[in-house]
């Protein structure tokens, strides 16, 4: 596991040097478009319809577009230094107050250099006393809300926020008035249904299936794996492809001639 | 004998001149060493004489996961420079890439093809192997001799090779059912001058030799790695007469060279330590018998 980037928290008056590592692993089996022919992956072009061309990144910025078509070209983002990573803590407000709703991505915190005790006694502290840290944070030059909690008893988890502007207020009524129809009788029976099929959340009865079917599709493909062509066997394939189209050439404009 | 052991490869005879032929095949002759690609209990690549060419070019190893168990093939391997093969720096063992390019089968389903005519031979070849890593697949035409031996010229390349199909394969015989043209002359030279460009690379002035007269046939572009002796210099230094192999296409009416190339030089007596007594010939390297030998 590789981490991300090395930040430090700001706990009041104490900062604590960390390392930022992606809590989750994708859930995706890796795939990627390949060229059928040679079996080489796909390149993507920047590509320019007006000049009709692919350009260089030299000759690419980030512009924002205005309701009249115009752009504003923006400044390219300033690079940033380690010491801008920075999570710092705003206040500790209780796990179950925050809709899990704000949560984006998960990375496990990890004590740097010198901040062994004070990692320590963050993640005791909140446990003992069932708060969370609610941080603002900046991870790749882009600021967020996050929550830093104790995900056990030694080890601190971050989790990166939506700003809660960005959730979608007009969903939250969809569902309005349909409260006052239903009958008594139909909520006892829900009750029961919901209290015969109660359970904890046990994480181990849950697999990916879809996930281990891919990997089991690709292990039996494994036999008709192909390395993709390298560029001296596309040159070859080429070379002997033109000594053919020549000689058809040839033949074409009368056998023997030329 | 089986599949791993070394079968010693049949050899062409020069052809007169280019000619088309019904019931004749004709392929690229590659620029390169002659390859016995043996794949049995053991893997091996032997050279034209029955050497380890494995040894040689360790990066050939990588041609195992690219052939199938139980076949000797017929190869010639080539160095890969820019889009070509490079003769000189197969030789030398320098080149970024090294192809083998198959084309004949010798064993496979569990017997000898020796007999089979060579259309059929090519049909299992096509079969059983695929152009994939460092193997491919040589490629030609039937009957169209002359017009493939004309677009051979225009590439460059080395030459053609002319195969009857329906004849068997004779290890280790040079046999008229196999027959070569060579767009480009191959021939050993003297080198007894040396001119400084204006990029500061040097080309050597090659000759002929009659007696002891040298005659003047021509300016060839010197290795990058040769630097002229020491001693006092200049942009024009007559050199104490070496051979070298040069390649080109054809000869003026004068004798002199056209598109010529160096192939191979004595590295290690660069500057003209050979005498002008020794004659010219494969020199010390590439003529020892531990050394592969040019296919063909």
């Known amino acids: 596991m590789r981490s991300l980037y090395k930040g430090i928290i700001g706990f009041g008056l104490v900062s604590i040097p960390i390392q930022v590592f992606k809590a989750m692993e994708s859930e995706r089996v890796a795939t990627h478009w390949i060229h059928e022919p040679c079996h080489t992956r796909i390149q993507y072009q920047k590509f320019c319809p007006t000049c009709e061309r692919a350009v260089p990144s030299e000759e690419v910025v980030t512009g924002a577009p205005l309701p009249d078509g115009r752009f504003v070209v923006l400044p390219p983002p300033e690079k940033e230094a380690a010491t801008d990573h920075t999570i710092t803590i705003l206040n500790f407000p209780e796990l179950r107050e925050i809709d899990p709703v704000f949560y984006e991505t998960s990375y496990w915190l990890k004590p740097g250099p010198g901040g062994q005790k004070a990692y320590a006694l963050l993640t005791q502290v909140m446990r003992e006393m069932g708060r969370v840290a609610l941080a603002e944070m900046k991870l790749r030059s882009r600021p967020s809300l996050a929550v830093v909690r104790a995900y056990n008893d030694s080890t601190l988890m971050l989790h990166r926020m939506y700003y809660p502007e960005s959730l979608r207020q007009e969903g939250a009524s969809f569902g309005a008035d349909l409260a006052q129809e239903l009958a008594e009788k139909e909520m006892v029976m829900a009750r029961t249904l919901v209290e015969h099929m109660a359970e904890p959340f046990v994480p181990e009865n849950y697999p990916n299936e879809h996930r281990l079917e891919r990997l089991r599709q690709i292990e039996a493909l494994m036999p008709t794996a192909e390395m993709p062509q390298a560029a001296p066997q596309r040159e070859v394939l080429d070379l002997m492809e033109k000594l053919k189209a020549s000689v058809q050439a040839r033949a074409q404009h009368g056998a023997g001639a030329g | ?296």
Not at chain 2, 135 to 164: F, H, N, P, T
Not at chain 2, 179 to 195: D, P
């Open chain 2, 1 to 296: 004998m089986g599949p791993g052991d070394f079968v010693p490869p049949m050899l062409a005879v020069t052809a007169p001149a280019p000619f088309s032929r019904p019931g004749w095949w004709f392929e690229t002759k590659w620029d390169g060493y002659r390859a016995i690609i043996s794949a049995g209990p053991q893997f091996r690549i032997y050279s034209r004489r029955g050497h380890d060419l494995l040894r040689w070019y360790p990066a050939l190893a990588e041609a195992r996961a690219h052939v199938p168990e139980d076949v000797v093939l017929d190869a010639e391997l080539v160095a890969w420079v820019d889009g070509r093969p490079d003769f000189a720096a197969l030789q030398q063992r320098r080149a970024p890439h090294y192809l083998l390019m198959v084309f004949d089968c010798l064993y496979a389903g569990g017997r000898w093809l020796m007999h089979e005519p060579l259309e059929h031979r090519l049909r299992v070849l096509h079969d059983r192997v695929k152009t994939t890593g460092l193997v491919v697949v040589s490629d030609g035409v039937a009957e169209e001799g002359e017009a493939y031996w004309k677009a051979i010229r225009d590439l460059e390349l080395e030459g053609v090779m002319a195969k009857r199909l329906d004849s068997g394969y004779f290890p280790g015989r040079r046999s008229p059912v196999w027959q070569k043209f060579l767009a480009l002359r191959i021939e050993w030279l003297w080198v007894v001058a040396a001119q400084q460009a204006q990029d500061g690379t040097w080309y050597w002035h090659v000759a002929d030799r009659t007696g002891t007269r040298f005659n003047g046939v021509g300016k060839v572009h010197a290795p990058a790695a040769w630097y002229p002796p020491s001693g006092p210099g200049g942009p024009e230094q007559m050199l104490k007469p070496f051979t070298v192999e040069v390649e080109y296409r054809e000869r003026t009416r004068e004798g002199h060279l056209r598109h010529a190339r160096v192939r191979q030089w004595p590295q290690e007596r660069a500057g003209g330590i050979l005498t002008e007594d020794s004659t010219p010939g494969p020199h010390p390297v590439s003529g020892c018998g531990d050394h592969p030998h040019r296919g063909g």
